[in-house]
């Protein structure tokens, strides 16, 4: 399933390839010095993620890391998981038309200014998490489940408990249930593969 994922995305980032690669061009007229995190370029101002950009099905994107304290005059900045995404902003192309070097520079040096001030937001106390029914379920009635769960950290434990109560259907809760079930056995994380 990774690697038919892994070739999706590729091949969306193949589709933009040019504009991707206009895209870079204007970054590196700036100070930020480019990395590769998480598969991606990633562009950094004194070590510290500052924006990334990739391409997608319908449209191309350029995202800022601390994009919620931009100012965004022109109205272009969404945010990709309204709700969910606290900081990251999203600014989305649909061709290279669309690409208009002066306002993407005035938003890069915004973001670097924003970074050169160490501007944060404080995190939020979490609610602490409800055990899915389903999964409160699966525990009880599996002795050596449970202990492999209890054995996690729990970080490990909230996000296989989001992974599951997140799904809105039961047969949806019930295949996430199934597929988590030998990752826990295993004492592995959920999200483990991206902490490499």
Known sequence: MKEQNDRRMLSYTDKWCEEL????????????????KWGSDVYTFNGKNVLSYGGFKNYFALWFYNGVFLQDKYNVLISAQEGVTKLLRQWRFSSAKELDEKKILEYVHDAIAIEMKGLRIAPEKEKPIEIPQLFAEMLSEDKTLKESFDRLTSGKQKEYMHYIAEAKQEATKVKRLEKVRPMILSGIGLNDKYKK
Do not use: W
């Open 21 to 36: 690669s206009y895209l870079s061009s204007i970054i590196q007229k700036t100070p930020l010095e480019k990395t590769i």
